[in-house]
């Protein structure tokens, strides 16, 4: 079984803080706005404190998640099947047989170039969710999946994949 | 090179020219001279430009079109202004369907369409070829794919020849296997509901007034009521109404759109032909099979009726301009479903692994939360207004708790058979997947946090049937949390064990085929071929 690279946390991290900002933004300042105009009268003085309290629980909580996430994920490129294992929550186990694999890409967003880092995608023709993908991978080694992926699915290969 | 019909351009140009005739129309209301009032002369004028433009486009259109039926592929030229060469390789062929309506009928013209499983719309329409030349190509599209996938290269390039064998053939191994009963297509009728037919029903029952929905209201009865009563009455009376009218319409539209259905296999195909007013028929490809899907509805299982329908990469249930195409059989007795759709898939007996108990104490525990919401919700809604009192009485649906358990849990199973995997769900409308392992594309085992407590979990295998918001994946719920690990491992290690075994009859096939042309169909078993 192989893990992330460990630097994938911060990625995680950094989107979990950028999204957290976005939502406890729009709360606090939905808060604001209670209290600024005359639409709720009796708008108790502890609206805002109380949404910037639970704008910072939620952005520790997807904080949390997203530290979790790294110790939940795993995959192993095995002899016939590609196996996936992840979800905080909801736990995942995922096999993808190479037989069964239509294209393999290779994604780098800003925030993984920043980091190095880079996400390999596996498509099926699978109709749900089956679209696999493993991020957290340095450059060399995604290349090196996405590599040994279409090796494995061209070797395998017996007639259409559908 | 085939063009079509010439009565297409005469039928096409006609919707056409609706079309435009209102676009022009549009056009000639906003753009009349003088300001205050429309000029009749003029927006007539334009109107009949866009008809004379829908039709000088169409007859191009019709000029432009060509089509031919090679050995192994279907080539399409078609376009007016962009033009496009389109070339479909037979072995990839998925679904072809005629579709008539009644002025076709009467020209004697239908509509082809062709799906392959790329693409999220149909492939090639060809729109409209004349009817015997539509049920030509089905069959030779029918006979070119199953001959390209088996690899066979005898086909004959003469055409007549091919054809006069072709049809001799088809009279041979045309096989009837279901056609609808008359007290079928009733029970069918009555108890679908057409979602499309509340809009109707609205709509008819709005026509029915004059446009007044209180000419249909007894009101001189309800007056003598008192107070706040009439009102409700009044609107218990329109509801009703409403219901009734959207329930003959959809038994209506149902009826129509499975009259006279009819399921024929030949060779490796199924054929079905339905429909009154507008006909329609087309092929499934046995070798194409994906799932099938057992499903008995509510009332039709009471009276011990299932339906069937067969997802193939090409299209799914859900399609929406489709609907209904797919399913194999629209209502028919359980037993003789189970026949067919072993017919399609030798599956084994269904009897089927339950889930542990403890699902079904997660399913009590859940249906118990519900309650709780409904009278929380009740609660408030009598501390806050006056509509109701006694919130607590909504308490008493905790009765029901056990049983919805029971029912849904006792309707749910799975089965790893040795070539299927079956599953089961579904207490209001019980579906049975039937996935051949052969056609798995992913193995996923699911554990919510909720499920993990129970040390339960989800298996889903999925395949390439293009799956809508309703058409589900065959999913094992609930199944112990270890035994849904062993399943997964079971699924993937048999496809790999099919896939072998086939890779091993190719080749075999292919020396047979490199000694001497065998004569015998080596196509090994209907739910494999490619």
């Known amino acids: ?162 | 090179m085939r063009s079509l019909h010439p009565a297409s351009v005469a039928v096409r140009s006609l919707s056409r020219s609706l079309n435009t005739g209102f676009l022009f129309f549009v056009v000639g209301i906003v753009v009349s001279p003088g300001g205050n009032g429309t000029d009749l002369l003029s927006v007539g004028a334009l109107v009949a430009i866009g008809i004379v433009m829908g039709i000088i486009y169409e007859f191009a259109y019709y000029r432009r079109f060509r089509y031919e039926l090679t050995e192994n592929s279907f080539d399409v030229t078609s376009g007016v202004i962009a033009r496009r060469d389109r070339e479909l390789p037979l072995g990839r062929v998925q679904n072809v369907d005629i579709r008539q309506n009644v002025v076709g009928r009467i020209l004697g013209i239908a509509a082809v369409h062709i799906e392959t499983a790329g693409g999220g719309q149909t492939e090639v329409s060809l729109q409209y070829v004349a009817e015997d030349e539509a049920h030509r190509l089905r069959r030779q599209l029918r006979s070119g794919a199953s001959a390209e996938t088996s690899d066979a290269a005898d086909s004959s390039p003469d055409e007549t020849g091919a054809q006069a064998t072709e049809s001799k053939r088809e009279a041979d191994d045309e096989k009837l296997l279901f056609e609808i009963r008359p007290h079928e297509l009733a029970i069918l009728s009555v108890f679908t509901i057409d979602p499309g037919a509340s809009l109707l029903g609205g709509i008819a029952l709005s026509f029915a007034s004059g446009f007044d929905p209180a000419t249909l209201l007894p009101t001189d009865r309800i007056a003598g009521l008192p107070g706040p009563e009439s009102g409700l009455l009044t609107l218990a009376w329109g509801l009703v109404l409403f219901l009734l009218a959207a329930w003959v319409i959809s038994a209506a539209l149902t009826f129509t759109r499975y009259y006279g259905f009819r399921l024929t296999r030949a060779g490796d195909e199924l054929y079905y032909e339905r429909g009154l007013l507008q006909r329609y028929s087309g092929t499934i490809p046995l070798g194409k099979v994906q799932t099938l899907t057992v499903s008995e509805s509510i009332p039709f299982r009471w009276f011990g009726y299932a339906a069937l329908s067969v997802e193939t990469a090409g299209y799914a249930p859900g399609q929406s301009d489709s609907r209904g195409t797919e399913s194999a059989i629209p209502l028919a007795d359980a037993d003789r479903v189970a026949e067919l759709a072993r017919a399609i898939e030798p599956f084994g007996p269904i009897d089927l692994e339950a889930p542990p108990r403890r699902a079904r104490e997660r399913y009590a525990v859940r249906y118990s939360l519900v309650v709780a919401a409904i009278v929380g919700g009740a609660y408030a809604v009598a501390r806050y207004t006056a509509v109701v009192r006694q919130w607590y009485a909504f308490a008493a649906l905790v009765v029901l708790v056990p049983v919805a358990a029971h029912l849904k849990w006792s309707n749910r199973g799975y089965r790893i058979d040795d070539r299927y995997f079956l599953t089961r769900t579904g207490f209001w409308r019980r579906t049975t997947k039937i996935v051949p392992y052969y056609r798995v594309q992913a193995v996923l085992h699911q554990a919510t946090i909720f499920q993990r407590r129970r040390r339960l979990a989800s298996v889903t295998a999925d395949t390439a049937s293009s799956a809508t918001l309703l058409g589900r994946a065959a999913t094992a719920y609930d199944v112990d949390a270890d035994r849904g690990l062993e399943i997964q491992a079971t699924i993937e290690e048999r496809l790999q064990n099919r896939l072998r075994a086939r890779q091993r009859e190719r080749t075999v096939e292919r020396w047979f085929r490199d000694d001497e042309s065998p004569d015998d169909d080596p196509s090994a078993e209907p739910g494999d071929g490619g």
């Open chain 1, 1 to 162: 079984m192989e893990r992330l690279t460990p630097r994938v946390r911060v990625v995680w991290i950094a989107l979990a803080i950028v999204r957290a900002t976005i939502f406890g933004g729009f709360l606090v300042g939905a808060a604001i706005a209670l209290m600024r105009t005359d639409f709720w009268d009796a708008a108790p003085s502890i609206l805002v404190p109380a949404a910037v309290a639970v704008a910072v629980v939620l952005a520790v909580v997807r904080v949390l998640i997203a530290w979790r996430r790294y110790g939940v994920w795993r995959f192993d490129l095995r002899d016939d099947d590609l196996y996936i294992e992840r979800g905080v929550f909801t736990r995942v186990k995922t096999i993808a047989p190479y037989v069964r694999v239509q294209h393999v890409d290779s994604r780098r967003s800003p925030l993984e170039r920043a980091t190095g880092l880079a996400t390999v995608v596996v498509y099926t023709a699978g109709s749900r969710s089956s679209d696999v993908a493993i991020p957290g991978l340095t450059p060399s080694r995604a290349e090196e999946v996405q590599e040994s992926l279409r090796r494995l699915a061209i070797e395998s290969a017996g007639e259409d994949a559908v």
